[in-house]
Structure formats: C-alpha cells, structure tokens
T-cell receptor, first 111, second 113 residues
Framework: GNSVTQMEGPVTLSEEAFLTINCTYTATGYPSLFWYVQYPGEGLQLLLKATKADDKGSNKGFEATYRKETTSFHLEKGSVQVSDSAVYFCAPLGRSNDMRFGAGTRLTVKP | NAGVTQTPKFQVLKTGQSMTLQCAQDMNHEYMSWYRQDPGMGLRLIHYSVGAGITDQGEVPNGYNVSRSTTEDFPLRLLSAAPSQTSVYFC????????????FGPGTRLTVT
C-alpha cells in the first residue's frame, strides 16, 4: 500500500521565517496528495491538495507541488506566523481511497 | 451542516469493558473511516467503509468492530478494552466528488485503566 515519510520535527522558527516541511511518498501510480493541519486540541483540517502530477496546491500562504519524478510533495510558506503553530500531516490517497498518514511534523513559531 | 460529529468527547474505561464510539455525518458522504492517534505515530487507520453495508480493515483493526447500516452512521465498537487502546480516536468521511478529501470529527479521547 501507499506510505509516506515526513520530515521529523519538531521544527521551531521565528515569525516571518521561511518554512519547508519535506514529504516523500511511495505509491502505485499517481495518487492524490494531501496536507492536513492539526491545531492543539482539534481534529485534522485539510490545508491543501493536488490531484495530479505537476499540480500545485495552495491555501493560506502555504504551497506544495506534486513532483512525480521525485515522489515528493513538500510544504512551503514564505513567511510563517505564530498562528501557524500546529502539527502538519502529509498523506497520499490509497488505492481503496483510504489515507495513510505520516507521523506528522510539529511546527512552533516564536514571535 | 453539522459535518462529522463524534460522541463522547472523553471516556474512561476499565480493562475488559466494552463500549461504542459514535460517529455521524450529514454530508451524504459514501466513504467513512476510523483512525487512532498516538503520540509520535501520526494517525493509523482502523477500519473503513465505502458505503452502507460494506466495511473493511485498515492497518490496526484488532480489538475493534464496525458496522455501516446507514450512510450517516459508522460506530466503532471496542469489544474488550485494553490499556493499549488508550488513544484519541478520529472519525472521517469523504466523497469521490471531492477527490476523497477527508473531513474529520473533533475526536474522542479514550483512556483505559
């Protein structure tokens, strides 16, 4: 089945710093790819997605590009804010339309 | 729409007790799933359903049962609770027209003593 490897955290940045969280996946074919975010005490929310190769997903200043050559879907943001502090999860869609999540990367942004 | 709702929010069980975690969605999503979240391990899929009357096992199904008698509801049953089942449980639903983007409930925090 599909699987994902995420950059280990925790990641600590200062406000307005550039963020990259690496995500690589193994899959049969070219599955849809997702980034989810989990704020403290809450469930997961979709952050962005890409459904085919070379697509770029974007939302709230975050971006990720579906790179089939490198099987990657790295998350980036040009200038992080304190409110971006959360845990971020990368997930490919499985062949049964299930999702297999990575361990998550905890981001802390300091003022 | 209420989205995905889960009850209870918190539960404490003794080893050997059984209980059912409830999950409901009002978005007419055909796909529903249960995950558990443990520190440092992300989310792991327990069971999922692609429609009423159809269920299948995920990565960690042992000790859990599910059924899907209606599109809206997908309860998760713990048959005989064990301390290893202490976790936060999330229910999610999705639809093919949304590229199976998952909508998550708020979670149930379960402690087994």
């Amino acid at each position: 089945g599909n699987s994902v490897t995420q950059m280990e955290g925790p990641v600590t940045l200062s406000e307005e710093a550039f963020l990259t969280i690496n995500c690589t996946y193994t899959a049969t074919g070219y599955p849809s790819l997702f980034w989810y975010v989990q704020y403290p005490g809450e469930g997961l929310q979709l952050l962005l997605k890409a459904t085919k190769a070379d697509d770029k997903g974007s939302n709230k200043g975050f971006e990720a590009t579906y790179r089939k050559e490198t099987t990657s879907f790295h998350l980036e943001k040009g200038s992080v804010q304190v409110s971006d502090s959360a845990v971020y999860f990368c997930a490919p869609l499985g062949r049964s339309n299930d999702m297999r999540f990575g361990a998550g990367t905890r981001l802390t942004v300091k003022p | 729409n209420a989205g995905v709702t889960q009850t209870p929010k918190f539960q404490v069980l003794k080893t050997g007790q059984s209980m059912t975690l409830q999950c409901a969605q009002d978005m007419n999503h055909e796909y529903m799933s249960w995950y558990r979240q443990d520190p440092g391990m992300g989310l792991r899929l327990i069971h999922y359903s692609v429609g009423a009357g159809i269920t299948d096992q995920g990565e960690v199904p042992n000790g859990y049962n599910v059924s899907r008698s209606t599109t809206e509801d997908f309860p998760l049953r713990l048959l005989s609770a064990a301390p290893s089942q202490t976790s936060v449980y999330f229910c999610a639903s999705s639809h093919r027209e949304l590229a199976y983007e998952q909508y998550f409930g708020p979670g149930t925090r379960l402690t087994v003593t």
